[in-house]
C-alpha cells in the first residue's frame, strides 16, 4: 500500500511512515521527512531559548551534582542568564521526585522507604516488584484525594484502577462482583 508524503510530496509505502494514533494510523510525513523537520524545530527551539548562541557541546556544571556535563544535558529555560537550567536534567528528575514524596504527600526522607520495606518491596494490592509485572519507575504514592491522606504504595496499574474507579470502595467491589460472574 502507497500514501503520499505531505512534505515531499512522493508517493512512498506505508511503512515509510510512522505510526500516528489518530486518523489513518500513520503520519501524514514520511520518516525521512520527520527528521528533517525535527531538526529545524529542534535548531528554532535552541535559537529561542539559549542566549547568546551558545554551543550546546560546551561544559557546565550541575548545581546539584557538581558534575560538569555537556550543556545538551540540561533543559532549557528562557530566564537564566545562559538560556539553560542550573541543574542537569537528570537531576531535576531526581529532585522532582524527592520534592513529590516529602512536600506533596508531608512525607520525611525515610519514610518512603519505610513504607517500601513494610510491603515487602511491592505493591500494595497485586504485589508486584518486578518491571514485567508493571514496576517500571518504581511503587507510586497512593492517597486519598479528599483528604490527603497517604495509604501506601502501589504500582502504576493498580494505582491508576483505583483513581478510574474514583477511589470509591463500592465501585471497586462492583467490579470485583463483575470479574467474578463473568
Not at 54 to 65: A, E, F, G, H, P
Not at 92 to 116: H, Q
Not at 139 to 154: A, M, N, P, S
Request: with cysteine; hydrophobic share 30%.
Amino acid at each position: 500500500m502507497l500514501k503520499i508524503c505531505r512534505v515531499c510530496a512522493v508517493e512512498k509505502p506505508v511503512e515509510e511512515f510512522r505510526n500516528n494514533k489518530s486518523g489513518s494510523g500513520r503520519r501524514t510525513s514520511c520518516r525521512e521527512c520527520d527528521r528533517a523537520l525535527n531538526k529545524q524545530w529542534r535548531q528554532k527551539r535552541v535559537a529561542v531559548f539559549c542566549k547568546d548562541d551558545i554551543n550546546l557541546d560546551q561544559m557546565k556544571i550541575c548545581t546539584r551534582c557538581g558534575l560538569e556535563k555537556t550543556k545538551r544535558e540540561f533543559s532549557f529555560r528562557k530566564e537564566s542568564k545562559d538560556g539553560l537550567s542550573a541543574s542537569c536534567s537528570v537531576c531535576s528528575k531526581n529532585y522532582l521526585a524527592k520534592w513529590n514524596k516529602t512536600k506533596k504527600y508531608n512525607l520525611e526522607d525515610g519514610d518512603y522507604a519505610t513504607m517500601v520495606l513494610n510491603q515487602n518491596g511491592g505493591c500494595g494490592i497485586c504485589g508486584a516488584t518486578q518491571p514485567s509485572e508493571g514496576l517500571k519507575k518504581g511503587l507510586e504514592i497512593d492517597h486519598c484525594h479528599t483528604t490527603g491522606k497517604v495509604r501506601g504504595l502501589l504500582c502504576p496499574p493498580c494505582n491508576r484502577a483505583i483513581g478510574l474507579l474514583k477511589d470509591n470502595p463500592v465501585l471497586l467491589e462492583k467490579a470485583a462482583e463483575w470479574i467474578r460472574n463473568h
